[in-house]
T-cell receptor, first 112, second 115 residues
Framework: RKEVEQDPGPFNVPEGATVAFNCTYS??????FFWYRQDCRKEPKLLMS???SGNEDGRFTAQLNRASQYISLLIRDSKLSDSATYLC?????????????FGTGTQLKVEL | DADVTQTPRNRITKTGKRIMLECSQT?????MYWYRQDPGLGLRLIYY???????NKGEISDGYSVSRQAQAKFSLSLESAIPNQTALYFC??????????????FGPGTRLTVL
């Protein structure tokens, strides 16, 4: 089983739609969680951290369910500019520092 | 100006050649990382360094070596390149501390093709 699993998509949605991505992780000792965004042929950039109580940043909402080892990202009112690949990232703290494990990403295409 | 830079941005080389990818950062971070990205496999950690005198192997270090020349510089070498090392390579940095929310900042990537 992969440490971090995501549906690769692509998710093709019309502008204005709401779309949700899911991610599961296998290491129950994982401590923190992130969503990164990666545009085509570009570097990943942090979109948002995921807190235990869930958190929202504008049109984006992240949820964490530790019992089910499950993370989600909800995007409301999708924009064309949201088209990208969304990477689920799990942080485990090792002896010297944090180790990030990346999912393979979910591709989103927002269309007119 | 970019905080994390990588050179070259694109490179085509032949099997058996030695190649070095360089990474520089102006963020003042102690921690630096090298990843490779392949379609369907996500980013995988090759090597990481928590300070100038610290080098650690990641999950796929075979066939690679690194050098941390200074706090701001971390280079990745392929001693004898092979075609399955064709990939997109990213350098990243992060700040100190074991804070669970430490963000990693990525360079723009180097696209390497080994023929």
């Amino acid at each position: 089983r992969k440490e971090v699993e995501q549906d690769p998509g692509p998710f093709n949605v019309p502008e204005g739609a709401t779309v949700a991505f899911n991610c599961t992780y296998s290491n129950s000792a994982s401590q923190s969680f992130f969503w990164y965004r990666q545009d085509c042929r570009k570097e990943p950039k942090l979109l948002m951290s995921v807190y235990s109580s869930g958190n929202e940043d504008g049109r984006f909402t992240a949820q964490l369910n530790r019992a089910s080892q499950y993370i989600s990202l909800l995007i409301r009112d999708s924009k064309l500019s949201d088209s990208a690949t969304y990477l689920c990232v799990v942080n485990s703290v090792t002896g010297g520092g944090n180790k990030l494990t990346f999912g393979t990403g979910t591709q989103l295409k927002v269309e007119l | 100006d970019a905080d994390v830079t990588q050179t070259p941005r694109n490179r085509i080389t032949k099997t058996g050649k030695r190649i070095m990818l360089e990474c520089s950062q102006t963020k003042g971070h102690d921690r630096m990382y090298w990843y490779r990205q392949d379609p369907g496999l996500g980013l995988r950690l090759i090597y990481y360094s928590f300070d100038v005198k610290d080098i650690n192997k990641g999950e796929i270090s075979d066939g690679y070596s690194v050098s941390r020349q200074a706090q701001a510089k971390f280079s990745l070498s392929l001693e004898s390149a092979i075609p399955n090392q064709t990939a997109l390579y990213f350098c990243a940095t992060s700040g100190e501390g074991q804070g669970p929310y430490n963000e990693q900042f990525f360079g723009p990537g180097t696209r390497l093709t080994v023929l």
